[in-house]
């Protein structure tokens, strides 16, 4: 589960899991959920894999989001379906998509970089909690 909070002019993310894996897949889907009218729009075509070390599973979610937002921005490519698994220092991932079709794709809020700002990964008591600012 995840909602968009305000804050000064930046997108806001805050993402509820019961575990790590579905956090960070959430946290992703959330992030194009936030920038794309409709995320339904996006077909699984494609499939993308990733491997990310961090000494952190903040700087993992950092890293993993800001990945994927380069990728917006350089290849126009969406993504709607993510699979992840962490390990102590690293994420492996696959995440699918297709290009951005501006037929069937329209932005809703461009987004710049993921930024450390408030950034946080924690457990509790029901799961996990992670919280991402987005510069807008």
Request: charged share 25%.
């Amino acid at each position: 589960m995840y909602e968009i909070f305000e804050h000064t002019a930046d997108l806001g993310l805050r993402i509820t899991a019961a575990d790590l894996n579905t956090l960070l897949a959430e946290a992703a889907k959330a992030m194009f959920a936030a920038m794309l009218e409709d995320i339904s729009r996006v077909r699984p075509q494609q499939a993308r894999r990733f491997r990310l070390l961090a000494d952190s599973y903040d700087y993992l979610l950092h890293d993993w989001l800001a990945e994927l937002l380069y990728i917006f921005h350089a290849e126009r490519m969406l993504f709607c379906r993510f699979e992840v698994t962490v390990g102590d220092s690293a994420l492996d991932a696959t995440a699918w998509g297709e290009p951005a079709d501006p037929s069937r794709h329209a932005i809703d809020i461009e987004l710049k970089a993921v930024t450390y700002h408030r950034l946080k990964v924690e457990p509790t008591s029901d799961g996990w909690l992670a919280e991402v600012i987005i510069d807008t």
